[in-house]
């Protein structure tokens, strides 16, 4: 990957409640917003991807960005690549438990009768395995990467 050249510094000053807002911010307080007088911003139906907790969508110095109850800020292509990483991370979970679930069905299959409980635990080992392996080709398809942009 080819490097990109030195960032040049602009003639203008960067806007002061941006500023103000990354020095507060620095100093490790949870809502900045509250010390500089800046509006909090917009309640948004977005869950933080690092804590669950509620988000809001901050509009300042013609930037968008979007920060949750305890400080957690994203951009909004961060915020997207959190929450791809967040599904992918469930979607591997789902895996590991249909896995397991299929080896138990195995298991009771195994030790059944030769009965409808063994046809049952049979088919449902079956269904865990293929339900699995289609989670598996939608991550293989490139989640992470889609998600990511």
């Known amino acids: 990957m080819e490097r990109a050249g030195p960032v040049s510094r602009r003639d203008r000053p960067a806007k002061p409640a941006l500023s103000q807002e990354t020095i507060v911010d620095a100093a490790g307080l949870n809502d900045p917003f509250i010390l500089l007088g800046i509006s909090h911003g917009a309640a948004v139906s977005i869950a933080c991807p690092e804590c669950r907790g509620a ?67 049979r088919a449902a080992a079956v269904r865990a395995t293929s339900a699995a392996n289609a989670i598996r080709c939608v991550i293989d398809d490139g989640w992470g990467a889609s998600a990511h942009g």
Request: with cysteine; net charge negative.
């Open 55 to 121: 988000m809001k969508r901050i509009d300042l110095a013609g930037a968008v960005h979007f920060r949750c109850h305890v400080g957690h800020a994203y951009s909004p292509y961060s915020l997207l690549a959190a929450q791809g990483d967040t599904v992918e991370s469930a979607l591997w979970s789902g895996i590991s438990v249909l896995e397991e679930q299929a080896a138990l069905h195995a298991t009771l299959s195994e030790r059944a009768r030769k009965d409808e409980h063994a046809d049952r635990h």
